[in-house]
């Protein structure tokens, strides 16, 4: 079961054993679901489950029904000697590291669609998407049954997705979202920015710098919305981006926002050759 001094659960058999025996001891639980390739934006969901509970299971597993065909399951980097060691580093309890036959033996079957907050955005954009994020959120809440489940704020949508899925499911877990972790150059920590050439990195923090002047832009003039996203898409294609969407959307439930009228975030994709980069940023009137 141990990998170095971090305790690893392959099987769902044994990450259940150990969650019951700290649940016995009345430890509260937190569970940091990842694909691996672990960064600092990782490891701040890490520390808002340590802050927040007793003990802590990460999870590693690249799943492939979240990606298309076409997408980067194959490619997608994959460091488990390394995750580990950042996790220990970090102070998780038990790293759950299930392979593909153990997540989907032969014979499953079973797909969660989450209605409403997964179209529109990278819902339109990467089809099956969140259906392939919420089947295996489901599976890994109801395999660990934590007291809270982490998730960052850099994939917001994804945030939403699965806020709205325990409460549809009444899986009893609070879902916490975690501020998005960036570079100093406000790019924000990603594991496929490890896809980026040397020039592609040096012109991937525009993302965040037109979502931050257009945030600016629209908290002093709410009425500017449709103005200041066609601006915003003009800045990143001229930067050498692809724009999959920029878009302003109300923080609570995604709704379309023709004007600033309350809490929202504008989110972006982008690609940046082969590397598709995805961001958001809290708008706020003023
Ligand atoms: P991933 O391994 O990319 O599936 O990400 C696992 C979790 O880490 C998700 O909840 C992500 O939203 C979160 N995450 C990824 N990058 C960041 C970041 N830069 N800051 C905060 N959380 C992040």
Redo the contacts with the bound molecule.
Sequence with gaps: MATGDIAVARSVDALRQAVASWRARREPVGL??????I?D??L??VRAARAGCERVVASLFVNPKQFAPSEDFTAYPRSEAADLAAFQRAGVDLVFIPDIAAMYPPGFATAIAVGGISEGLDGAFRPGHFAGVATVVAKLLLQCLPDAA??????YQ??MVVRRLARDLDIPVRIEG?????EGDGL????RNAYLTPAERRIAPLLHRVLRDSAAALSRHPDSVAATLERGIAQLRAGGFAVDYLELRAAADLATMPRLSGPARLLAAVHLGRTRLIDNIAVVPD
């Design positions: 940091v679901p990842t694909m691996g390739a960064h934006g990782h701040a969901l982490y998730f960052g704020e850099k994939d994804q945030l975690v501020a998005t972790v960036r924000a920590l990603s594991s």
